[in-house]
């Protein structure tokens, strides 16, 4: 396993958004975490990261149990992230958004940028590109992170479907080079095109993980969605 | 009479842009509204005055930019977690504890009295050649040092810390080194003000310097080296020609506050960055 969350809660005043949460998350395989609104997937996605401290229990990753390691402390143990709402660094172009990931060269930059599309847009400020593709670029910089684990938080909320196609074979290619990818999304076909793995979140409690075709047809997951 | 005169300017003006560039590292370049800044400046002045009759000038004031830098750390250490106003009230309590300290250590600072006959440091002329060579060469540091990778992760914590810290970056180191570069830089103009005047006072800590300061770097704009230069310039010059118009002298102080209060209002209305900022107050 490439991680493991066990026993995770987290509460806001008396809302439990995620309760006693237990989730493993397969190396080198593309998992998806679905559920719908407010079911927690945010909320665990930030404990794992660690931008949210969790109230109740353990993290580990290849491992390594990193509960009580900082955010840069796990990031640079090869944990990289993407947010649900972006957050490039807004004043500065986006060379530095990106040399703020890896110290490198104007051409690997580049190639970073065309891989999502953005390429010609270097030495723009990151705060002037449009909402699109300020995700894109939050994309590209979590990709030139050196990483292991990358997390998506909804990567294809508000791009354009051609950038939608180019992201499942952004995603396809990280599997291919040994990556495990964890993200959060809402549009079903995507996820059940590219993932290896479903986990289902509702309540802030696991409903249930397997593969796109089990979670397909589990009632249980079409209830949470649908209602009784 | 008259190159005194312009002397003394030059001299100001080079205090000022020291500080004012210092400044401007730690709320321009790392979004840390810091309004602890004057307190390393008289933290600077007082250790010189201190130190200066026990050892030679070429000690005591690297040491008084030495502690100024811990003193930076100091405070980095309890507020490094907080932001925004925060922050602000935390670091202007601080310089409230050092104007406390510098007016109740009286066997050390004597009180309010302050210290008299602090050593010279040279002619006046002396003193301004080297105070803006000074600037010169704080000013192509921290030029270089902005755009080194260090320098960018300061500016990456401005704008988003959490961010940051997702990239692998230790934000809470950063804001350290922030602080304490910005501190040793404040206290060596502090050193200088002390060895020009050779009179200093717990009125270094005062609260109106504080104010004159952030003028200085929202007129210049925030994040730009060039803009705290101009600033600390422009509000070095701007009263000086009420010297010359005959208003009493009642009469000057008022009027020079009046015209800083409407330079800020029309720079937050019509140029919001300031004249060369980058990045918008907020």
Redesign the interface.
């Known amino acids: 396993m490439m991680l493991q969350a066990k026993n995770m809660s987290k509460s806001f005043g008396g809302v439990h958004a995620v309760s006693n949460c237990s989730i493993k998350i397969p190396k080198g395989k593309i998992t998806a975490l679905i559920g719908p609104n407010g079911a927690g997937k945010t909320t665990l996605f930030n404990m794992i990261?660690?931008?949210l401290p969790s109230d109740a229990g353990k993290v580990s990753f290849n491992g390594e149990d990193i509960t009580t390691l900082?955010?840069?402390e796990r990031?640079?143990k090869g944990i990289?992230?993407t947010?649900q709402m972006t957050?490039?660094?807004?004043?500065?172009t986006v060379r530095?958004n990106l040399?703020?990931?890896q110290?490198t060269t104007d051409d690997k930059l580049k190639i970073a940028l065309s891989k999502v599309r953005l390429q010609g847009f270097l030495d723009h400020i990151a705060g002037e590109l449009s909402y699109g593709q300020g995700r894109l670029l939050e994309l590209a910089?979590s990709m030139l992170?050196p990483h292991t684990f990358l997390m998506l938080d909804e990567p294809t909320a508000g791009v354009n479907p051609q950038i939608r196609q180019e992201m499942k074979k952004i995603l396809t290619d990280l599997r291919k080079e040994g990556k495990t990818v964890l993200f959060i999304e809402h549009d079903m076909d995507f996820v059940m095109s590219i993932s290896d793995h479903v986990i289902v979140l509702n309540e802030g409690k696991l409903l249930m993980e397997g593969t796109p075709k089990q979670v397909r047809s589990n009632p249980k997951v079409l209830e949470a969605y649908l209602g009784k | 009479m008259i190159s005194a005169y312009f002397i003394h300017l030059g001299i100001m003006f080079g205090m000022y842009a020291l500080l004012t560039l210092s400044l401007n590292l730690t709320v321009g370049y790392t979004g840390l509204l810091n309004l602890g800044h004057i307190a390393f400046f008289g933290i600077g002045a007082y250790v010189t005055a201190i130190l200066s009759p026990h050892m030679p000038l070429a000690i005591s004031i690297p040491l008084a930019v030495i502690l100024a830098a811990a003193a930076g750390t100091l405070l980095a250490l309890p507020c490094g977690k907080l932001r925004g106003d925060y922050l602000a009230l935390a670091t202007l309590g601080f310089t409230f504890i050092c104007g406390s300290i510098a007016r109740n250590w009286i066997s050390l600072t004597r009180g309010a009295l302050g210290i008299a006959g602090i050593q010279r440091m040279g002619s006046n002329t002396m003193i301004v050649v080297s105070l803006l060579a000074l600037v010169l060469v704080v000013y192509l540091i921290l030029k270089w040092f902005v755009s080194t990778?260090t320098g960018?992760?300061l500016?990456?914590v401005?704008?988003?810390e959490?961010?940051?810290?997702?990239?692998?970056?230790?934000?809470f180191k950063h804001k350290i080194l922030c602080l304490a570069i910005s501190a040793g830089i404040a206290g060596l103009a502090g050193a200088f003000y002390a060895h020009y005047i050779t009179f200093i006072d717990p009125s270094v800590f005062s609260i109106n310097e504080l104010i004159l300061l952030l003028s200085m770097l929202i007129v210049g704009g925030l994040?730009s080296l060039e803009g705290s230069i101009l600033g600390a310039l422009i509000l070095v010059l701007l009263p000086e020609p009420l010297r010359f118009i005959g208003f009493p002298s009642s009469l000057v102080g008022p009027m020079r506050a009046m015209i800083f209060a409407l330079l800020l209002l029309l720079i937050v209305l019509y140029k919001p960055r300031g004249l060369l900022g980058?990045?918008d107050l907020e």
């Open positions: 990261s660690g931008t900082k955010v840069h990031a640079r990289s992230r947010f957050r490039t660094f807004k004043n500065m530095d040399k703020l990931a110290e910089r992170l | 990778p960018r992760v500016q990456a401005r704008d988003d959490v961010a940051a810290a997702t990239l692998g970056k230790d934000v994040a980058k990045v």
